[in-house]
């Protein structure tokens, strides 16, 4: 709580200052950030409804059973097959790994989630493979994936 006030105190201060200083240019920044929020809401809705919607439909119980640790090793590479063949926002991916652990899923079956969902790219293959070569693309998310694993291994070791 006291981190909140301090933070909306500072947030009210430069404020005033701001208007004190200069009321045009104050109008003009809150134009452009909302502006700013208008463009990001569909993603924030996004994010709200992907993992509002994962959570109401897995209960905590399911959660436990396909990516817990009674899901074993076999959940881990699952998670990380569907990291590597999805195309997830970060500001949805997070949120929902967040919400995934709270839920039962253990910490190296979402590192090997989140991990492959930036180091491999299937759904941009044929685009990487255009600008990189062919050679290149598959080495690169092999690699990704192998490493991938590696983290998430390290991961549950560690946590």
Request: net charge positive; charged share 10%; aromatic share 6%.
């Amino acid at each position: 709580m006291g981190t909140f006030v301090t933070i909306y105190s500072l947030l009210g201060i430069s404020l005033v200052l701001s208007l004190v200083k200069s009321r045009e240019k104050t109008k003009k920044a809150f134009k452009v950030a909302g502006k700013a929020l208008l463009k990001s809401a569909p993603s924030l809705l996004a994010v709200l409804g992907i993992v509002g919607l994962t959570l109401g439909v897995l209960t905590p119980d399911t959660i436990s059973n396909l990516v817990g640790a009674e899901a074993g090793f076999m959940a881990t590479i699952a998670a990380a097959v569907i990291g590597a063949v999805t195309l997830i926002p970060s500001l949805v991916a997070f949120p929902l790994a967040g919400s995934l652990l709270r839920s039962g899923a253990t910490v190296m079956t979402i590192s090997a989630f989140i991990t492959t969902l930036v180091m491999v790219g299937v759904v941009t293959a044929p685009m990487e493979i255009k600008t990189l070569g062919k050679k290149f693309t598959v080495l690169r998310n092999g690699l990704g994936f192998l490493v991938a694993l590696i983290i998430a291994g390290i991961m549950g070791l560690i946590l």
